[in-house]
């Protein structure tokens, strides 16, 4: 599995929305799924794609970061 992070950083929410909208369906289109969004601010958001199978090491450290952020 493959695993890309994207910060997206506007000048206010609405530019960062646009950024991160285009910015996704670019993505998606190149065969990445988003993962998950963190808003770092108002006008900064930061996207974790991943593409491809995950396998039994993949599966464990998602775990593990998942566990991290509880």
Do not use: C, F, H, P
Request: charged letters at 40%; a negative charge; zero cysteines.
């Amino acid at each position: 599995m493959e695993v890309k992070k994207v910060t997206y950083s506007g000048l206010d929410t609405e530019d960062v929305t646009r950024q991160l909208e285009d910015g996704n369906d670019k993505m998606v289109a190149k065969g990445w799924t988003v993962q998950r969004e963190d808003m770092l601010s108002s006008s900064t958001v930061r996207v974790t794609y991943v593409r491809g199978e995950m396998d039994e090491d993949d599966e464990e450290a998602m775990a593990a970061l998942e566990s991290m952020e509880d």
